[in-house]
Every structure is written in structure tokens, then in C-alpha cells.
């Protein structure tokens, strides 16, 4: 069965700090590469930052030198530490894979969704 539970949203300051959670059932998990995705308002989803399953990272330049993507397999949780946040970074964030190729990753073409985790940020 197919479990993503991503966590952590909330409303934040502009400069302000949220850590997201996403776990994920192992048969999706594993060793595999996963991603963070976000959805705002009237924007189609964007991937910002994927994992391999030996912790190489790569980022959206939107969010290059301010998000951080880790991984605790031992959890099958991945986490995004979003520093100096933006309201342009306002959305509804996912987490899903296994991911091929960051190439193929911005695509999301995944048949399930977890239920995401509202991000805003607003003075």
C-alpha cells in the first residue's frame, strides 16, 4: 500500500525557518531517490529538491542556498529545512518517488499524491 504523509507546515514570518517531514511506506522509500514538490495557487507543481538514495542532493535555483533536503532511512522519512523563507514560497508542499533523473522528476508523473503540507508565509 502506498503511504505518503508529508508534515511540518504552517504560516511563517518572511526570514523565518519550517521544517517539512514526509514519511514514506518502504516500498516506495527504500534506497530510492525521493523529491520535495510544491503547488502554488494557480502554478503547476514544481519539484524544489531531491535526495538519491546516497544522499546526493540537487535543488531548484528558486530555493539553492536556502533549502535543505535530507534523508533518515532508518524513519523512511525525508525532511526539507526551509530557511529565510519567501512569500513567493507560499504552497502546498509534497514529497514523493522513487525519482529517475531530476529531468524526469520535474515532470511529477506519479499516480499518487499525499495530502501535502500547507506552507505561508505572510507578514
Known amino acids: 500500500q502506498v503511504q505518503l504523509m508529508e508534515s511540518g507546515g504552517g504560516l511563517v514570518q518572511p526570514g523565518g525557518s519550517l521544517r517539512l517531514s514526509c514519511t514514506a511506506s518502504g516500498n516506495i522509500f527504500r534506497a530510492n531517490a525521493m523529491g520535495w514538490y510544491r503547488q502554488a495557487p494557480g502554478k503547476q507543481r514544481e519539484l524544489v529538491a531531491a535526495?538519491?538514495?546516497?544522499?546526493?542532493?540537487n535543488y531548484a535555483d528558486s530555493v539553492k542556498g536556502r533549502f535543505t533536503i535530507s534523508r533518515d532511512n532508518a524513519k523512511n522519512t525525508v525532511y526539507l529545512q526551509m530557511n529565510s523563507l519567501k512569500p513567493e514560497d507560499t504552497a502546498v508542499y509534497y514529497c514523493?518517488?522513487?525519482?529517475?533523473?531530476?529531468?524526469?522528476?520535474?515532470?511529477?508523473?506519479?499516480?499518487?499524491w499525499g495530502q501535502g503540507t500547507q506552507v505561508t508565509v505572510s507578514a
Open positions: 535526495i538519491s538514495g546516497g544522499s546526493n542532493t
Open positions: 514523493n518517488g522513487p525519482l529517475s533523473s531530476w529531468e524526469e522528476a520535474q515532470l511529477g508523473e506519479f499516480d499518487f
